[in-house]
């Protein structure tokens, strides 16, 4: 099984700022890693799939990079809706495993 | 657009048994691989099982031999029957759709808003 590790666990960044998370996966995923934002009492959102592509309508402030085992997200300019957990997940292989989740919050 | 809901989640005693079913809708289910995720209170997602559009069945090592995935193409629908469940199966279940088609494993680019299993005597 892949072991995807997110760092930090959690972030208190102050408006406008740059949030960055990594997930570092136990062995080579290739570029299928994906991103998403999950929301207090809400289903996960997919933000960036294959590591880098953003999904249709999100916006252009969250930027996938990495491939192989470090990857990154990286969030430009939060704004207070940003405000979730974090999840990384990939899919080269059964079982599909997701990271442990990475919560930020405004300051 | 694409819209999933689940049912069929609630309270059921240990060694119990529950169906999840959840209706889709929005897009061609038959070309879509779709799959049940589940989320523990204050944990990250953990893959349960996915049905292939090809009709293929995979499943985490946690719930094989006791949890069965099916899809009904005619009716759009996925279900997942939970046998001898276990208190280690409490947790919010989600129906999710897989983002390209004809693939077997994929991202999700839609999920559902998910229906509550919980175990407990």
């Known amino acids: 099984e892949i072991v995807l590790t997110q760092s930090p666990d959690f972030q208190s960044v102050s408006p406008k700022e740059t949030v960055t998370i990594t997930c570092r996966a136990s062995?080579?995923?290739?570029?299928?890693l994906h991103w998403y934002q999950q929301k207090p009492g809400q289903s996960p959102k997919l933000l960036i799939k294959?590591?880098?592509q953003t999904f249709s309508g999100v916006p252009s402030r969250f930027i996938g990079s990495g491939s192989g085992t470090d990857f990154t997200l990286t969030i430009r300019s939060l704004e207070a809706e940003d405000v979730a957990t974090y999840y990384c997940h990939q899919s080269i292989t059964l079982p599909l495993t997701f990271g442990g989740g990475t919560k930020v919050e405004i300051k | 657009d694409v819209q999933l809901l689940e049912s069929g989640g609630g309270l059921i005693r240990p060694g119990g048994s529950l169906r999840l079913s959840c209706a889709a809708s929005?897009?061609?289910?038959?070309?879509?691989?779709m799959s049940w995720v589940r989320q523990a209170p204050g944990k990250g997602p953990e893959w349960v099982s996915t049905g292939t559009a090809g009709g293929g069945l995979h499943y985490a090592d946690s719930v094989k031999g006791r949890f069965t995935i099916y899809r009904d193409n005619s009716r759009s629908s996925l279900f997942l029957q939970m046998n001898s469940l276990r208190a280690e199966d409490t947790a919010l279940y989600f129906c999710a759709k897989s983002s390209s088609m004809n693939r077997d494993v994929d991202e999700f680019d839609y999920w559902g808003p998910g229906t509550l299993v919980t175990v407990s005597s």
């Open positions: 062995q080579s995923v290739g570029g299928s």
């Open positions: 294959y590591a880098s």
């Open positions: 929005g897009f061609t289910f038959s070309n879509y691989a």
